[in-house]
């Protein structure tokens, strides 16, 4: 049972059982002020443990912010710039919830705590001092009785009743007092239930407004979080026919390390210790060197070395050779000498003492001693040797017969051209299709004695059995090009180019095999094999340097994407004629592209990464399908790495995406801006050619005088995007985000909405008005309403 009522007669009985009610009312009183009086200490300490796990994750999402990725090579795929961009991106969406966690912390505050302290300073605190005066008048009371009762019959009958009258007003007063402060304790009872609980539920709407923020921010990101784990796929299926190419590199060098020496500008290069002579008394020091010599220019480079201090590099020298003399064990106490005379040091020769006999040898045949071995210092590049598999009429009558029998019976076999068959059967189908005698016995289609597996795998071998790649040496370094930078319509563009200049059997060949391909793609929910997973196969198979090396297997993945953008884009490739105005390309063997992924950092600009955008790169629809805008690609492919992925997504305008710039907006020609325009090949040119009238710069990354958007690539007439139709009084979506940096220009973040949007009149730039203000917007950064 409950509290007992407090009735207002009984007040003036004032019985035991009426003040035991009383003091069960002011027990249920204490527990409730000292629970509130606990309540707000742990609410406190929450809102202090709120504020440290918001510093925390502030931290933790400044640490992701400031990390940066390195990439090997000298380009990173479109798939390693979204990876690299996504601390940043993690970092950001850590930023929104802790922003949304401090609203809430401040509302507990708000909500909870200065509610319950009101409640308990101002009506449990004004219940404690009724009890005061109830408690004092009670005592003042029940004594003036005692004394009263006590006065003698035989006093004056004035003073009785002066002293009746006393009591009988001390009596009201108290009984007015106990009924104000009973009446008072049932209201605080009551009241409790209401102004207690009524902040708890504020507090907890807060906490519910917190979540639902959480989880608004998470839906948002989900678009983004999709695309990434396609990134990180990608890149780790690269990673792994990287590794096994590596690995397979490493193993060839460590049986035969003489045969894989890199070709290189010098003649002879390696450690040699120099003796260097000191003062009669302390005789004479031996110092490692590395020591370059170039034969052409007799020049010879000196730099002392010591890998046990650290890697410690000392100040090199340089001159000029005169003659150089091998030195016998009879004339210094020393193996493997020989004295090098300077031109420019007339009588002053130095004495170098090689690692060992063989070593000497080699040094003494570049530097035109009088031993010499029979093969040079830096031996040429051994060509792969031939075998039988030729680019011919067979090639091809081979090819459509492996071709055939796949379509017809394994089209949708799960890891089609993945799962590899037994070798000794790959090898005896391969040997007899490759027999004129018994390739047209060969019954591929009907036959159960031949695997799917064992056909592709056979096929697949015949490719990378040719002596030249089908793509070819020289065009490798061109093919590689567009794949490192520029937009996705420039790249399709530049291979459609180079794929109409390699010799007419090597291009009908490639063009049977990637229409084979593109049909295999077309079955990617049966067999698995979508177009990412077939540039992972072929890329190595198509496509191979002349030179094995770490940084030619590091370009793997640029392979890859060529052959995807050769499955996505076949009938423009291999049906159409490309663009007559596209430069002739020049091999990339001498003057390797230099284009780095960030952007060079110019005077009155500060260095800023890429920012993949999570909510623009995928329009996905309730059922998770993935429709990416017909401008950006022609096949659209989700799983492709030459579709724009996040980092250089098209960015949505009036007309379409605008192809030619990154998600933070910076050109491609800014990647390459170090590269003098001289050592560039005319395809990294044409990659990266800037509008003569319009820099190229970012929104978000600029010099404080007002500046244009991206500019458009100066392509060719025949693929420049047209310009946008002019904008008036419409409304648009911030679909980027940008820090202003001019006092013209506003600052928004990505989600919001402009009012009044027309066309400005500088070339590429909205009139916009966000929260009152109204200033000028990037074009590309914004989509129309």
């Known amino acids: 049972m409950g509290l007992q009522p407090l009735e207002f007669s009984d007040c003036y009985l004032d019985s035991p059982w009426f003040r035991e009610r009383i003091r069960a009312h002011e027990a249920e009183l204490e527990r409730t002020n000292k629970f509130i009086k606990e309540l707000i200490k742990d609410g406190k300490n929450l809102i202090a443990a709120t504020k440290s796990l918001s510093a925390a994750q502030r931290k933790f999402a400044h640490s992701l912010r400031d990390f940066k990725f390195e990439f090997i090579g000298d380009a990173e795929t479109d798939d390693e710039r979204c990876i690299d961009a996504s601390l940043r991106e993690f970092s950001n969406f850590l930023k929104n919830l802790e922003e949304q966690r401090e609203i809430m912390a401040l509302s507990v505050t708000e909500t909870l705590i200065k509610p319950l302290e009101k409640f308990r300073k101002e009506q449990l605190g004004a219940v404690k001092e009724e009890k005061k005066k109830f ?15 006590n006065l003698s019959a035989k006093k004056k009958d004035s003073h009785l009743q002066e002293a009746d009258i006393q009591v009988e007003q001390n009596r009201q007063h108290f009984y007015e007092l106990s009924l104000e402060y009973v009446c008072k304790l049932q209201e605080i009872q009551e009241r409790k239930k209401f102004e207690f609980v009524e902040p708890m539920l504020s507090f907890f709407q807060g906490m519910f407004t917190f979540y639902h923020q959480g989880h608004e921010l998470a839906k948002d990101f989900n678009h983004y979080k999709m695309e990434l784990q396609i990134n990180i796929q990608n890149t780790r299926n690269r990673f792994e026919g990287t590794r096994s190419e590596v690995e397979e590199l490493m193993n060839k060098i460590r049986q035969n390390p003489k045969d894989h020496k890199r070709a290189s500008q010098f003649t002879a290069e390696g450690y040699l210790y120099v003796q260097e002579k000191r003062p009669a008394p302390f005789g004479s020091s031996w110092v490692k060197h590395y020591c370059m010599y170039r034969k052409a220019a007799k020049k010879f480079n000196i730099i002392p070395f010591e890998h046990r201090s650290g890697g410690k590099l000392g100040d090199g020298e340089v001159f000029f050779l005169k003659e150089c003399t091998k030195r016998h064990t009879d004339s210094i106490d020393r193996r493997f000498c020989f004295d090098v005379e300077a031109a420019d040091r007339p009588g002053a020769a130095l004495t170098m003492q090689a690692f060992s006999e063989e070593e000497r040898k080699q040094w003494l045949e570049a530097l035109g001693g009088k031993e010499a071995l029979l093969h040079s210092f830096n031996r040429a590049i ?73 056909i592709t795998s056979a096929l697949k071998q015949y490719l990378r059995s040719l002596p030249e790649p089908l793509m070819t040496y020289e065009l490798h370094g061109d093919f590689i090009v567009p794949a490192k930078s520029g937009s996705p319509e420039s790249r399709v563009n530049a291979i459609h180019f180079l794929v109409h200049k390699l010799p007419e059997k090597n291009k009908e060949m490639l063009d049977i095999l990637v229409k084979h391909l593109t049909n295999v793609s077309n079955h990617s929910k049966q067999n698995l094999m979508t177009v990412a997973n077939l540039g992972v196969v072929f890329g190595p198979t198509l496509m191979r340097p002349q030179e094995e090396t770490v940084a030619a297997i590091m370009d793997l993945k640029f392979q890859n994407i060529v052959v995807e953008i050769l499955i996505e884009n076949h009938e423009k490739i291999f049906r159409t004629l490309p663009d007559a105005t596209f430069p002739e390309p020049v091999s990339l063997s001498t003057s390797p592209p230099n284009a780095p992924p960030r952007q060079s950092k110019r005077q009155g600009q500060r260095t800023k990464r890429p920012v993949a955008v999570y909510n623009l790169c995928l329009e996905l629809e309730d059922g998770d399908s993935v429709n990416l805008p017909k401008a950006d690609t022609t096949a659209g492919n989700l799983d492709s790495l030459s579709s724009p992925s996040p980092t250089i997504a098209a960015v949505p305008g009036p007309l379409g995406p605008d192809k030619n710039h990154l ?33 190229s710069c970012s929104p978000a990354v600029t010099p404080p005088s007002p500046k244009p958007p991206p500019s458009p690539l100066s392509l060719p007439a025949a693929i420049v995007d047209k310009p946008p139709e002019s904008v008036v009084n419409r409304k648009a979506r911030a679909v980027y985000p940008c820090e202003a940096e001019h006092s013209s220009e506003l600052s928004f973040e990505i989600g919001a909405i402009f009012e009044d949007v027309q066309t400005s009149r500088e070339p590429g730039w909205l009139e916009g008005t966000l929260n009152g203000k109204r200033g000028l917007i990037p074009q590309n950064y914004v989509k129309l309403l």
Not at 396 to 412: F, Q
Not at 674 to 679: A, F, I, K, L, Y
Request: charged share 25%.
């Open 663 to 695: 998600a933070d907006g910076s050109s491609f020609g800014d990647w390459t801006s170090s590269v003098p325009c001289q050592t560039r090949s005319p395809m990294v040119q044409w990659l990266n050619t800037q509008s003569p009238t319009t820099p």
């Open 382 to 454: 051994i060509p792969r040797p031939e075998g039988s598999a030729q680019v011919d009429k067979m090639g091809l009558t081979i090819l459509r017969k492996c071709i055939s029998a796949v379509e017809t019976r394994g089209i949708n076999d799960q890891g089609l051209y993945r799962v590899v068959g037994v070798s000794s059967k790959v090898q005896r189908l391969l040997s007899m299709l490759m027999d004129v005698k018994t390739c047209n016995e060969v019954d591929l289609e009907n036959s159960i004695d031949w695997e799917v597996k064992t």
């Open 135 to 149: 408690d004092k008048e009670t005592e003042k009371n029940y004594s003036l009785i005692d004394k009263h009762l």
